[in-house]
C-alpha cells in the first residue's frame, strides 16, 4: 500500500471525517489518497482559517480537528492556529507536507525547519521520516491532542515517504481514562468549605470540555454556593441560575471582584492560567481549592491551597458527599442585588449602537439553539459581562490566545458541526477583514450563517486603550470596503443598520434567510 494511503486509514481509525486545508505540491499524493477515503475534505481559502475551523471542530466535539497544508509558507500560516488551539484547550491534528529527504534537486527552496517552528506551540511536533512510523506517529498525535489538557500537534511528512510503499497496518485506537481525585484531598477540600465563613464558586474554561452541567449544578443546588464564571467558563452552568453572580472581568474596577474579594474559600472548577486572569485574589486569608483534570500551574496570581486533580465529574459528586448536610445560605452577598439590577436597568438607545446594545439584542434573539462565534475586540468583554449564556457553546469566544480574525472560520466549523442550530459569527470590521475570504468557503458549502460586522472603521480597542494612556491617536484608522456589496460579491446578501432600526427584530428576521446574510452595524466604543 502507498504510504500516503496508510496515513489516511490511520486517520480514518481514528475517527476523522473532516479535514480542513489548502492544497499544495508536496501533499498531492495524500490529497490523493483522501479523495477515495470516507473523510471529507474541505478546502479554505487560507491555511490560518482552516486551523481555526479545525481548532473550533475539536473544541466542539472533543476529538482532535485535523488541518492539511503544504510546506514553507503554507505551513508558516498556521502558526496563529497552532496558537490558538495550544493555549485555548482545543485538540488539533496538523499535518504538513516537506520536500523529499532522501533525495531532491531544489536545494533549500520553501524549505523552513517548521517541526522546530512548531515546538513552542504545540503539545508535540515531529517529522515522519518512514512509512513504518506513520500508524505510530498518527496514534501518538491523537493521544497528545485530546489527553488532558488538549492542545495543537504537528506531523510533517515529506513527499517522497508519503510516496513510499509499505504493508504496515494502523494501530488500534484508544483513549486514556480520567482517574478519580485521591480520597484525602476531598477530605481535605471538604474540611476548608466547613471552615469557612463564606465560599463562592468560579468556573473556569475547562469546565466545559467535560459535559459537567448536572453535577455542577447538583453541587450548587446542594451547597447553595453562589457561582461566577470567567469568560471562558460562561455556560458550563445555564447563567439563568439563581446562584449565579456574574462573569469575572479581566480588569480591576469591577463590581464582580467584590464577590470574589468577601470570600474566605474559593471553589475553582476547571480555572486555568491560560486564560486572562479573572482578578483572583492571593492573600493568606483566601484559600483556594483547584478543582481540574490537570495540577495548577503555580504563579504569582494562583496559588491553590489544595489540589483536587482527576475525573472532575467524580471530584463534584466525592465533594458533594464530603459536604452532606451543610448548606449556606443561597444568596450570602448583600452586593448581589445591586450588581443585577445596575445589570438589567442598562439598556441604552445610542446610534451608532454601543456594545451593550449588541449584547442585549442577542440575547433577546438567540436563545439555547444558538451559537455565537466571537471574533476579538471590545464587544467580547461586553458580551461576557452582559450575555447570559444558556449552554455550554452558546458563547464561543476566545480569552487565552485573543488572537483576531477567527469570529468567521469558527462559525462556519460551529455550523458544520452543529447543522441543526443557528449559528452566529460576531466580528468587529477588522478581525473580519483578516479571514472574509472565508465568505467564499461557507457559500461553497452550502451553509446558513448570520454574519455580522460591527463597524467603526478602526481597530477600536486599541483606541481606547490608547486614549486611556494618555497618548494622541495615531494607527488606527483605515478605509473598510463597503461591506453590502462586499458580502453580495461573494453570493451573500449584505444589510447595513441605520438609526431607528430594531437590533433584535433586524437580527431575528436575517437569521432565518437561508444562505449566507451579512449584517453591518455602525458602533461606536468611546464614553
Not at 490529497?31 to 481548532?55: C, H, K, N, P, V
Not at 503539545?123 to 497528545?144: D, G
Not at 504537528?154 to 497496518?169: F, K, N, V
Not at 434573539?365 to 444558538?370: G, I
Request: proline share 6%; charged share 20%; glycine share 8%.
Amino acid at each position: 500500500m502507498k504510504s500516503s494511503d496508510l496515513l489516511i486509514k490511520c486517520l480514518e481509525n481514528e475517527g476523522v471525517k473532516l479535514i480542513f486545508g489548502v492544497p499544495g505540491e508536496e501533499t498531492l499524493d495524500i490529497l490523493e489518497s483522501l479523495r477515495s477515503s470516507s473523510i471529507q475534505f474541505i478546502t479554505t481559502r487560507g491555511e490560518q482559517a482552516a486551523a481555526f475551523m479545525a481548532a473550533t471542530c475539536g473544541r466542539l466535539t472533543g476529538r482532535a480537528g485535523v488541518v492539511l497544508t503544504t510546506l514553507g509558507p503554507g505551513a508558516t500560516n498556521l502558526a496563529t492556529g497552532l496558537a490558538y488551539a495550544n493555549l485555548g484547550g482545543f485538540p488539533l491534528v496538523a499535518i504538513t507536507g516537506q520536500k523529499p529527504i532522501k533525495q531532491t534537486k531544489q536545494g533549500r527552496f520553501q524549505q523552513v525547519n517548521i517541526v522546530r517552528l512548531a515546538e513552542p506551540i504545540t503539545k508535540m511536533s515531529r517529522r515522519i521520516e518512514s512509512a513504518e512510523k506513520i500508524p505510530v506517529l498518527v496514534s501518538r498525535a491523537f493521544r497528545h491532542a485530546e489527553t488532558e489538557r488538549p492542545g495543537a500537534v504537528l506531523l510533517e511528512i515529506p513527499e517522497d515517504i508519503a510516496r513510499d510503499s509499505t504493508g504496515i497496518a494502523p494501530i488500534p485506537s484508544h483513549r486514556l481514562p480520567i482517574t478519580p481525585p485521591h480520597p484525602s484531598v476531598i477530605r481535605e477540600a471538604g474540611d476548608i468549605i466547613r471552615s469557612s465563613r463564606l465560599s463562592i464558586i468560579i468556573i473556569g474554561a475547562d469546565a466545559k470540555r467535560w459535559n459537567i452541567e448536572n453535577e455542577l449544578s447538583a453541587f450548587i443546588g446542594q451547597t447553595h454556593f453562589p457561582f461566577i464564571t470567567t469568560p471562558l467558563g460562561k455556560g458550563a452552568v445555564a447563567e439563568t441560575h439563581p446562584n449565579f453572580l456574574g462573569t469575572a472581568a479581566t480588569t480591576d474596577g469591577e463590581l464582580i471582584h467584590d464577590e470574589l474579594k468577601a470570600a474566605d474559600a474559593i471553589i475553582a472548577v476547571g480555572h486555568t492560567t491560560f486564560e486572562k486572569p479573572p482578578c483572583i485574589p492571593n492573600n493568606a486569608r483566601q484559600r483556594i481549592i483547584h478543582i481540574n483534570t490537570t495540577p495548577s500551574e503555580i504563579s504569582h496570581i494562583y496559588q491553590p491551597t489544595v489540589e483536587v486533580v482527576g475525573d472532575v465529574a467524580c471530584s463534584l459528586r466525592d465533594l458533594a458527599r464530603a459536604l452532606e448536610n451543610f448548606q449556606r445560605d443561597a444568596n450570602p452577598f448583600e452586593v448581589f442585588a445591586n450588581f443585577q439590577k445596575t445589570e438589567d436597568n442598562d439598556t441604552g438607545s445610542a446610534y451608532p449602537f454601543k456594545p451593550e446594545q449588541i449584547a442585549r439584542a442577542l440575547q433577546k434573539t438567540f436563545h439555547k439553539e444558538s451559537i455565537i462565534a466571537l471574533d476579538n475586540g471590545l464587544y467580547k468583554l461586553a458580551l461576557a459581562k452582559v450575555f447570559r449564556a444558556l449552554w455550554a457553546h452558546h458563547l464561543l469566544l476566545d480569552n487565552t490566545l485573543a488572537t483576531m480574525g477567527a469570529g468567521l472560520p469558527s462559525a462556519i466549523a460551529a455550523k458544520i458541526v452543529h447543522p441543526d442550530r443557528k449559528v452566529i459569527a460576531l466580528c468587529g470590521d477588522g478581525g473580519f477583514m483578516m479571514n472574509s475570504q472565508e465568505l467564499e468557503t461557507a457559500r461553497r458549502l452550502g451553509l446558513d450563517l448570520l454574519v455580522i460586522v460591527l463597524n467603526d472603521n478602526a481597530f477600536g480597542m486599541i483606541r481606547v486603550k490608547q486614549s486611556a494612556m494618555g497618548f494622541p491617536e495615531f494607527g488606527l484608522k483605515y478605509g473598510n470596503p463597503d461591506f453590502v456589496k462586499y458580502a453580495e460579491s461573494y453570493g451573500a446578501r449584505g444589510y447595513r443598520l441605520s438609526e431607528g432600526d430594531d437590533l433584535a427584530d433586524t437580527m431575528a428576521k436575517l437569521v432565518q434567510e437561508p444562505g449566507i446574510t451579512l449584517l453591518e452595524i455602525p458602533i461606536e466604543y468611546s464614553n
